[in-house]
C-alpha cells in the first residue's frame, strides 16, 4: 500500500496509479469542481492559477491511467492517447506553457469542455 502522508498524493517514486474506472465523458457526470477546472484549462488567456493538485484529481477522475516516471515527468494514458506531462519545479501552479501543453494533450485524447458537454447531452 502507497502512503500518502497528509499530502494527498503518491509519492514520487516509479508507481503507477489508473483513475476512477474508465474514461467518463460519455454518461458519466463530473464533480462541478472538475468542468470548472476543465473550462479554466481551455480559457483564453491561459490562467496561470491552475494547481497540480487539482490536474491530478481531474485526471484521476475521468479514468486516466497515469505512471511516475523519472524527475517531474508523469506518462498519461486517457482515451487512447498516452502523452507526457510535467509536475512544476518551482512551487505547485502550471505556467503558460504547461498549461498550454496540458490543453494539447486533453485535446488529444478528446477531453475538452465542448466535447464532455457534447457527450453528456446525449442519452
Known amino acids: 500500500m502507497l502512503s500518502t502522508?497528509?499530502?494527498?498524493?503518491?509519492p514520487k517514486q516509479?508507481?503507477?496509479?489508473?483513475?476512477s474506472g474508465p474514461a467518463r465523458p460519455a454518461g458519466g457526470s463530473m464533480s462541478?469542481?472538475?468542468?470548472?477546472?476543465?473550462?479554466?484549462i481551455f480559457h483564453d488567456p491561459i490562467s496561470c492559477n491552475i494547481h497540480w493538485r487539482e490536474v491530478e484529481s481531474l485526471l484521476?477522475?475521468?479514468?486516466?491511467?497515469?505512471?511516475?516516471?523519472s524527475g517531474a515527468r508523469?506518462?498519461?494514458k486517457l482515451n487512447g492517447a498516452e502523452g507526457i506531462l510535467h509536475r512544476?519545479?518551482?512551487?505547485?501552479?502550471?505556467?503558460?506553457?504547461?498549461?498550454?501543453?496540458?490543453r494539447e494533450y486533453l485535446a488529444h485524447a478528446r477531453m475538452t469542455p465542448s466535447q464532455y458537454e457534447e457527450a453528456r447531452a446525449q442519452p
Do not use: C, F, M
Open 74 to 76: 508523469i506518462r498519461v
Open 88 to 102: 512544476p519545479h518551482h512551487g505547485n501552479t502550471l505556467d503558460r506553457s504547461a498549461v498550454r501543453h496540458l
Open 32 to 40: 462541478h469542481k472538475h468542468e470548472q477546472l476543465l473550462r479554466t
Open 5 to 10: 502522508a497528509g499530502h494527498g498524493r503518491l
Open 60 to 69: 484521476g477522475h475521468v479514468g486516466a491511467n497515469v505512471e511516475q516516471l
Open 14 to 19: 516509479n508507481s503507477a496509479y489508473q483513475g
